[in-house]
């Protein structure tokens, strides 16, 4: 594949822009680190995820928040519930919608987070792959699930133990909420607006929505196999 580039745009009433360019790199799928030095909010000893895989003596920092610190900084004084024209360019397609800076930021943090080498974090790095700008509840869950299951496939193919019936992904899921936590107390001792905290706010509240959906049976996309 070839390099994967989201260019994500916001467009303010006041003529003001904002603009973040992602790259994913084509072998590893990760996010591609900017050469600034990350904030000290952005080490790994601080705020410390409980679920934190890594070894503290060979990083120092915590990979996601030394890739959304740059983001963080952007919007550290900007309101959640600015409006704004967001547009996401990549090299499949171009989106936009009339929404509110937190729906954008969500979208933007989806990919960076699934896609910094946060162990915890490594179940959604292939929809990230595939990224789906402002998608709405359902679509999540529907990605989610069938991501999913496509990794067990993949396991059973190479012979390991698989999960097709999804008594595991609660797990995986309550590793993710745990992360989407670590994150937002770290941006909360360096943002003094809502925008960036609310998008990690949106992420984590889609997350214990696909756990309670699995707790149920997946009900709700059943009626779509009829």
């Known amino acids: 594949m070839t390099e ?3 260019n994500y745009c916001f467009d303010f009433p006041d003529n003001s822009k904002k603009r973040f360019l992602i790259n994913l790199d084509p072998e590893t799928f990760e996010y591609k680190a900017s050469d600034n ?7 790994l000893g601080v705020a410390r995820c409980e679920c934190c895989q890594l070894d503290i003596a060979t990083h120092d920092y915590c ?3 030394a890739n959304i610190a740059d983001l963080v900084f952007a919007f550290k004084d900007t309101a959640s519930h600015k409006s704004c024209l967001v547009s996401c360019i990549s090299t499949a397609r171009t989106c936009s919608k009339e929404t509110t800076v937190q729906e954008g930021l969500a979208s933007i943090m989806g990919i960076i987070m699934a896609t910094s080498g946060c162990p915890s974090m490594s179940i959604l790095k292939p929809m990230a792959c595939f990224h789906l700008p402002f998608a709405t509840v359902e679509e999540a869950m529907y990605r989610s699930v069938s991501a999913y299951l496509l990794r067990q496939y993949f396991s059973h193919q190479d012979g390991e133990n698989c999960d097709f019936f999804m008594h595991r992904i609660q797990d995986h899921y309550s590793e ?3 992360v989407n936590e670590g994150i937002l107390k770290r941006i909360n001792m360096t943002s003094e607006m809502d925008a ?3 998008a990690i706010v949106t992420l984590n509240a889609l997350a214990q929505i696909l756990v309670m959906e699995v707790d149920e049976d997946l009900d709700s996309l059943k009626n779509l196999f009829v």
């Open 63 to 65: 990979p996601i928040s």
């Open 37 to 43: 030095t990350p904030p000290d909010w952005a080490l």
């Open 176 to 178: 993710v909420q745990q």
């Open 4 to 6: 994967t580039t989201f």
């Open 196 to 198: 960036d905290k609310n």
